[in-house]
């Protein structure tokens, strides 16, 4: 034991001294370390009075895209620039890993893809990611339809209930309504599970809700004291996040259990002749059961679920709710969506054909990503030292980090830089179909709306890491074409069928984050049912 803890030792100092020794020369190599990096030094204030992401931003402006931001004892490397961006999560992605966020959400994804090892990262994804493919995307219309029209019948009755006298009008918190619109999506699509959040409450949605409250407000309290022993027992909060997780566990693990137990090889044939119109259950579970067969692991299977549910929920309901709130703010853009929708659907539903031709719902949606991602930062930890580029606007001669160095990645900044974008902070859904040739946006190839689905939604790619909406590299969003297709869908039915105002002033709407931007008391609007209905 002695023997082996020495050896343990041992080649941990040599890893250290290998670590030191390419510090060292890799410092000597590049134009500067980190010692040399802009320091940002902010008050704490700035860090509890306001979303960090804020107060990311002004000290971009002021120290350059890639400073070091102290923060009592820990510091943090905070990066708002493509070149950089690319290199550390596409050409050195694997020099990183989560970091500070994995910590955070391993409790309750296990190893789910966001906080996974390397080694089962790699396993899973090469699993998961095939069962995103065209066919399954084009079965999960339906289901974002379905969806979406049970949250336009509960507004018309709502409407309904008003009485008859005039002009009919509720007043309405729509992000609560896009929040359980995009869990039933969610459920449907990945477990064929309907949670009906939409029209009642049960444990299960509940607990989703409490899970989610948890994973924000771990992501948000600097001092991880649920790690403290026996803090899951003594703390309330935390006794409750354990009761919660047993709920979505258990509930999760029997859909495992009934996924194995129905399997049937007509279903496989089916899938695998991606024949999923005539599947009943066309979800990526039924996908990862019957393409896998019974050798799957049930624990890693859960993992894989539960890290859906979570990353593929609020993320999309924040999209719904800022597209609905810039739109409330830009009536002109309000009238030309809805001409769209008008002129595609007249007062039909949307179709995975239809969705190609809405063109302007689909720029919203992006638009709407860019002003406010989901999440606003990316999180790394270098697990080797490394030479961060020069940036764009940066030094040029770029900086050496030592291995454990915390990285922000700031989809915010690089989405509002005023080095990339024109009017950065202006709602324009149009910016997108403008030929880039600028020599100052290098790389910006335009968007070219005759490709396929897929290349119908502006990304990384094209911007060359100026817009992230889905990050980049290996560790990219699976779910991104889901979520833009899912998001057109809804938001054109609802300008379908209603007129929107905000019922406060846009200020009221005050902003939050955790994992994602929300509001801090909802997204109240007054709604109307559309008088130019045909
Ligand atoms: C990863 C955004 C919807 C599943 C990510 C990442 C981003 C992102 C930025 C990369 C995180 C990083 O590099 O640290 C979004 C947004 C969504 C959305 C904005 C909605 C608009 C979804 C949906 C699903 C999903 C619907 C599943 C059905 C995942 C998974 C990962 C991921 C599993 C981890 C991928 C990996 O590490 O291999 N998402 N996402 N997301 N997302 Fe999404």
């Not at 390397?118 to 399954?136: C, E, M, N």
């Not at 027992?233 to 029997?254: G, H, M, T, W």
Request: glycine fraction near 6%; charged fraction near 25%.
């Amino acid at each position: 034991r002695c023997q082996s803890f020495n050896t343990d030792k041992q080649r941990k100092s040599n890893r250290n001294l290998l670590d030191n020794a390419s510090n060292l020369l890799t410092n000597f190599l590049s134009g500067g370390s980190i010692g040399s990096m802009p320091i940002a030094e902010g008050a704490v204030t700035d860090l509890f009075g306001r979303p960090l992401f804020f107060s990311l931003y002004d000290w971009f402006l002021e120290h350059g895209s890639v400073y070091k931001l102290a923060f009592g004892p820990k510091a943090f490397v905070v990066v708002s620039d493509p070149i950089v961006a690319r290199h550390i999560l596409r050409e050195n992605a694997f020099s990183y890993d989560k970091g500070v966020l994995a910590d955070i959400l391993e409790p309750i994804m296990g190893k789910g893809l966001i906080p996974a090892d390397l080694d089962t990262w790699k396993q899973r994804r090469r699993v998961i990611a095939p069962g995103f493919h065209a066919s399954y995307l084009e079965a999960m219309v339906k289901i974002f339809r379905t969806c979406s029209e049970r949250t336009i019948s509960k507004i018309n009755q709502l409407l309904e209930q008003e009485g008859n006298d005039g002009q009919k009008l509720i007043e309405l918190d729509l992000e609560a309504e896009f929040s359980n619109l995009a869990l039933d999506i969610i459920g449907l699509g990945v477990f064929n599970y309907d949670f009906g959040s939409v029209t009642k409450e049960s444990p299960v949605i509940k607990a989703v809700y409490g899970t989610l409250f948890e994973a924000e407000h771990r992501s948000t309290f600097y001092i991880p004291y649920w790690k403290v022993p026996l803090a899951s027992y003594i703390v309330p909060r935390q006794r409750k996040f354990q009761s919660d997780l047993k709920v979505i566990n258990a509930c999760l693990d029997e859909l495992i259990r009934n996924a194995k137990e129905s399997r049937q090889e007509t279903d496989v044939e089916k899938l695998q002749q991606r024949d999923y119109l005539n599947l009943k259950d066309a979800s990526l579970l039924r996908f990862l059961v019957d393409m896998r067969g019974a050798d799957v692991d049930d624990r890693q299977l859960r993992d894989d679920l539960m890290t859906m549910l979570i990353a593929g929920h609020e993320t999309t309901a924040a999209v719904l709710t800022w597209a609905t709130f810039l739109l409330s703010q830009n009536p002109d853009k309000m009238r030309k969506a809805q001409a769209e929708v008008d002129s595609v659907l007249g007062t039909g539903t949307p179709t995975y054909e239809s969705l190609k031709k809405l063109q302007y719902i689909r720029l919203i949606v992006v638009e709407s990503l860019r002003l406010y991602p989901q999440p606003p930062l990316l999180i790394r930890r270098s697990l080797k030292p490394d030479v961060l580029p020069g940036g764009y606007k940066g030094d040029k001669d770029g900086y050496a980090i030592p291995a454990g160095t915390d990285v922000f990645l700031s989809v915010y900044n690089l989405h509002r830089s005023p080095y990339f974008w024109e009017r950065p902070d202006e709602f324009e859904p149009e910016r997108f179909l403008v030929q880039r040739t600028n020599e100052q946006i290098e790389g910006w190839a335009g968007f070219d709306p005759s490709r396929s689905l897929g290349a119908l939604y502006p990304n990384e790619i094209i911007s060359d890491f100026a817009f992230l909406p889905f990050g980049g590299g290996p560790r990219k969003c699976v779910g991104d074409q889901f979520a833009l297709m899912e998001s057109t869908v809804a938001l054109a039915m609802l300008l379908q069928n209603f007129d929107v105002q905000l019922k406060g002033t846009p200020d009221s709407v005050e902003l939050v984050t955790g994992a994602t931007i929300h509001t801090k008391n909802g997204l109240w609007c007054k709604l109307t049912k559309r008088s130019n209905l045909h």
